[in-house]
């Protein structure tokens, strides 16, 4: 039992703890402290719906349906990442730009999912992630050892999320300055430049 929790748990959190557009969003959203629980929330339970649809055995379906048209969907996702990495840039040398969160114009809720949606689910690696690689590798696990597995790859998506989200607010006291907030929005650009990049290469696209 504990044996199936922990493989689970640290497996998941190895995938996601890399810095991508999904948590680069994330962290965004907590230092402006703009729907951190919502944004949080739909994460991790994104992550775990992917994951339980892999144990439970669609990763057997899903990729078929990933290899006929990879090129396709690396190539959407890619191009998306470009433009949210081009308008990062552009909020960069913006003159009115607004650097103290509580003056932030806020962002509606609907429009925060919209994109955090897009993050997530244009994103080829999560499903390579977590329903086909988190999805075989719970194969070797039986019975209820196997929802064991599944409840620790969950409960790290969980764990994640919701600490990036609430933890970025220790970032609020430096991000009164208008240069720190540049260099964020300069460093997510380049998070998304590199990760549009890579899956145009692994499209076949360049």
């Not at 629980?37 to 719906?49: K, N, Q, R, V």
């Not at 040398?93 to 999912?113: D, G, H, V, Y």
């Not at 790290?156 to 540049?182: C, D, E, N």
Request: hydrophobic residues 55%.
């Amino acid at each position: 039992m504990l044996t199936a929790l922990l493989t689970g748990f640290f497996l998941g959190l190895s995938l996601i703890i890399a810095i991508g557009a999904q948590n680069a969003f994330v962290l965004r959203q907590g230092v402006l402290r703009q729907h951190v629980f919502f944004i949080a929330l739909f994460c991790s339970i994104a992550d775990s719906l992917l994951i339980i649809l892999g144990i439970t055995g669609i990763s057997y379906f899903f990729i078929d349906f990933t290899n006929v048209y990879s090129k396709e969907i690396f190539g959407i996702a890619s191009l998306w990442l470009f433009i949210y990495g081009l308008l990062r840039i552009r909020s960069t040398f913006r003159s009115n730009l607004a650097i103290i969160s509580k003056n932030q114009e806020p962002t509606s809720l609907i429009n925060a999912i919209s994109i955090i949606s897009i993050f997530t689910f244009a994103n080829p690696h999560v499903y390579l992630d977590t329903m086909i690689l988190i999805g075989s590798i719970s194969q070797q696990f039986q019975g209820l050892n196997r929802a064991y597995f599944a409840f620790g790859a969950c409960s790290a998506s969980f764990v994640w999320f919701f600490a990036i989200a609430y933890g970025a607010k220790l970032l609020t006291p430096i991000m009164q300055k208008p240069r720190h907030w540049r260099i964020l929005d300069s460093l997510i650009a380049i998070i998304m430049f590199i990760i549009a990049i890579n899956l145009a290469s692994q499209g076949g696209w360049i």
